[in-house]
């Protein structure tokens, strides 16, 4: 299992058209591009594919499309999570079994204030409803779910769960954690300006939203990483870190989605609540400083 889930792993963009319906053919566009990049998974329907803003028949045609598209190119971890409750989770689990997809992921239930015994229940029930990987998606900063690393190893124990997708920035807690389960968890780590750091603390690879736009980067940390050339490794990362704070600017996931659209890609809008599109003129500002910093991605 753990030589399974590895690498760059996408947190794949959903393109919406103007009237808030997936655009199919510009996902399949952006799939081909990123395996084209070398990256080694999707993970779909997550914070980055505004999975929480879909109903479950979305999610399901999401999965169906990119399935259909990857064949078995890459691998595919479907994110059931955020779905209202658990009988709809439970839906999605059993879609993406029935896809073949490689894995399942969950945020832990939010909103309302659940104890850890109703957190863990959750990911009993789900676990107990398919027989694919599960991963863990614990992003405490959006969930407002923070576990101790005591219940976090408690998790563990469920069937089926293999590993946790990391998207906090204490990365001795992450360390400490992958010792209290004796390394038997596969981590992801989630944010992407914490990517080298976090695989010299054991993670096997990154999920996230930048792999989206800059894929090559990621890949070429991974490799450099992996290959001790870590000198290499920390100039990319840097590079990397430039791009994020240029895209935080202006809305995360549209100023994503504009810069690829420099790239020659269109990924659409996104879906309201979240920002729809940038402006003129933010579409401008963000144009120049992309042109300036990254000129070799920048091909409009």
């Known amino acids: ?29 952006h799939i081909d591009f990123l395996i084209s990049k070398g990256i080694n998974g999707l993970y779909i329907c997550g914070s980055t594919g505004e999975g929480i803003l879909m109903n479950v028949s979305e999610r399901k045609m ?15 971890i479907a994110h059931i999570g955020g779905s209202l409750n658990t009988k709809n989770a439970i839906q999605l689990a059993r879609h993406a079994e029935k896809l073949k997809l490689d894995a399942i992921s969950s945020i ?25 990987p ?17 219940q976090m190893a408690k998790l563990s124990t469920i069937p089926n769960i293999v590993g946790l997708k ?24 989630g944010y992407d300006e914490m990517f080298l750091p976090a695989l010299t603390m054991g993670v096997a690879g990154a999920i996230g939203s930048t792999q989206n736009v800059l894929p090559e980067m990621f890949v070429q940390i991974y490799n450099n990483f992996t290959q001790g050339k870590i000198k290499e490794a920390i100039e990319v990362q840097k590079r990397l870190n430039l791009a994020i704070s240029i895209l935080y ?23 309201p609540p979240l920002k729809k599109e940038l402006s003129l003129e933010e579409e401008t500002k963000l144009s120049d400083e992309w042109k ?9």
């Open 292 to 300: 300036k910093y990254f000129p070799d991605y920048y091909n409009s």
């Open 62 to 76: 999401v999965a169906e499309i990119v399935k259909d598209q990857v064949k078995e190119r890459v691998k595919i």
């Open 1 to 29: 299992m753990s030589n399974k889930f590895y690498g760059v792993y996408v947190a794949l963009l959903t393109p919406f058209d103007e009237e808030g319906n997936i655009d199919e053919r510009k996902m399949r566009n």
């Open 249 to 271: 600017k202006y809305g995360y996931l549209i100023s994503c989605k504009t810069a690829l659209k420099f790239r020659g890609l269109d990924l659409g809008y996104c879906r």
């Open 166 to 189: 990391y998207t906090a920035s204490d990365l001795y807690f992450l360390q400490d954690l992958l010792r209290r389960v004796n390394s038997k968890w596969i981590a992801f780590s």
């Open 134 to 150: 599960f991963f863990v998606y614990y992003i405490p900063a959006t969930t407002g779910v923070s576990l101790l690393n005591e």
């Open 108 to 132: 832990p239930p939010f909103y309302y204030s659940y104890n850890f015994e109703e957190i863990y229940n959750y990911y009993k029930e789900l676990s107990k409803s398919t027989t694919l």
